[in-house]
């Protein structure tokens, strides 16, 4: 699941480019980088409070 981590930062990094130049194509990617971040930090959770 490392990989959600990568994908997340890059979209991140992409969206930050891509907003400098055209805000409304850049701001969705953030928000998707940002979510899968987020989602894998609860899925880490998720994972320790089962065991």
């Known amino acids: 699941m490392r990989g959600q981590v990568g994908w997340g930062i890059a979209l ?3 969206g930050v480019v891509i ?3 055209i805000p ?3 701001i969705p990617l953030v ?3 940002i979510a899968l ?3 894998r930090g ?3 959770i998720i994972e320790k409070a089962e065991e």
């Open 31 to 33: 928000v998707i980088g």
């Open 24 to 26: 409304i194509f850049g």
């Open 42 to 44: 609860r899925e880490e």
């Open 37 to 39: 971040i987020i989602w």
């Open 12 to 14: 991140i990094v992409i």
């Open 19 to 21: 907003a400098l130049i």
